[in-house]
């Protein structure tokens, strides 16, 4: 691995202001630090032999999903769906018209 790099303070203020957060210097300087850890640590996975490693397709071997069975049955009607809606127009939910045209 190559020397130690720290995480430039000029990507962590166009980090942060892309975040929209507003950092004092002490944070500034801490996560600076923090994130050039966590790269230079990722680094070091970059020096590990992994060529007689086969690629898993998934961490856990065997697990498979269970689903429940597909089991039909009557849905509500549409008096029943729309009995406690406080505005209701044409047999349809009536809402705020959220688009202007």
Known sequence: MSKK????KETLEHVSKLALLDLSEEEKEKLA????????YF???N???TSNVEPM????EGLKNVFREDVPWESLSNEEALKNAEH??????????????
């Open 5 to 8: 790099e720290d995480f430039s």
């Open 33 to 40: 630090k923090q994130l050039g850890d966590i790269l230079n």
């Open 43 to 45: 680094k070091k996975l």
């Open 47 to 49: 020096d590990l032999d």
């Open 57 to 60: 397709t998934h961490p856990i």
């Open 88 to 101: 209701t127009k044409d047999g349809h939910f009536k809402a705020p018209r959220i688009l202007k045209r």
